[in-house]
């Protein structure tokens, strides 16, 4: 009963997420299409160690491929989504390579196990899970593809385990270079979560597809525990993926861009100076939806040489330089009026909302606005 429980809950949190996320889904909201992928991964592969650990034999022999592709696809879709994430653009062709070993393993067990009889293939899981003898060169081939799909999978596991925290970091200094407002993104909380749920599952997979399922056969509670682990994971994602905003300018050319065009340092300057002269007369800051792509139409030059010149000359980067300004706002606005409550402060001085004026007036000034207005009184 303990065992059954433990696996018909991760089963249906990983199905009905996956419908939700796939129902939900949207021209706007493409990171729900892929993350249902990696809710939908996640199904069949429970789905697989379902029919292992209770040993249904004449269906598991039908769906091994199933289990064995969507475990090599897991985190090729988990990579696809944080793509989406931040709305870059995916190039079909260019995607596909991450999905050939899942393609090719699928297609060799599909075709060893449409040649094995039931009892080769009895023999082969008997082996799996109990360490039984093989018998013929059918179960050693099955035997074979079965350990070459984990062996690829637990290298799959630090390869992209690297590439997703690289991209993050990554593309999180880009973001911070291009909007002046985050919160609306949902960012903090999907930066924390998307790398907690790769670690999370990560080391537990990495462990458990390393020594296989035979240890947790006669150990329920251990599979059990192991279970609403994974679960507790997979609905935390879903919410957060649920909740998280894709960024409405693709910045795939800011996050493939690494060097800036030929420019004089002269015409630098004079960029330099009508930046700082616009932010000065027309306030853009004020704007809480203020980007570098804005700023950059406005002055007539391009992001690249705002973004170098706010980076190089000026020591910060784009998030800093506009809230510096509403920062310089609200200083004085608490300074000087005694009747303004906080939230219309927050408003004045061009901060998305009162979290976000906060947050950041806490973490430059080490005093949240109503101690700094105390201090002034």
Known sequence: MIKLTALLLILLVTLFSSIFLFALASKTYKNRYFLGFVFLSSFLIFTGNF????????YYKHYDFIFLSALLAFYPFYYLYLYSAFNIKIISTKWIYHFIPSIIIAIAMLLAS??????????????ILHKTALTNKTTKILTYLYDGGRFFHLMQILAYNILSVHFILRTKKNMYNSFSNLDKFQLRYFYIVTISFLLLMSIPGFYITYIGRSPFIGNEMSLFYLSIAFTILYL???????????????????????IFPEIHQDELKE??????????QEKPWLNPHLNIWDVAKSIGTNRSYVSKIINENLS????????????KKAKHLLENTTELPIAEIS????????NSFIRIFKLNEKCTPTQFKKKDV
């Open 51 to 58: 029919f292992s650990f209770f040993e249904f034999w004449n």
């Open 316 to 327: 910060c980067n784009f998030n800093q330089f506009v809230n510096n300004y509403r920062l």
């Open 271 to 280: 960029i330099e100076e009508s930046l700082l002269n616009y932010f000065k």
């Open 347 to 354: 408003e004045l001085s061009g901060f998305g909302s009162v």
């Open 236 to 258: 935390i994602l879903a919410i957060v993926g649920l909740k998280q905003i894709p960024v409405e300018l693709n910045i795939t050319h800011q996050i493939n861009n690494k």
């Open 114 to 127: 449409s040649i094995a009889s039931l009892d080769d293939y009895q023999v082969y899981m008997n082996h």
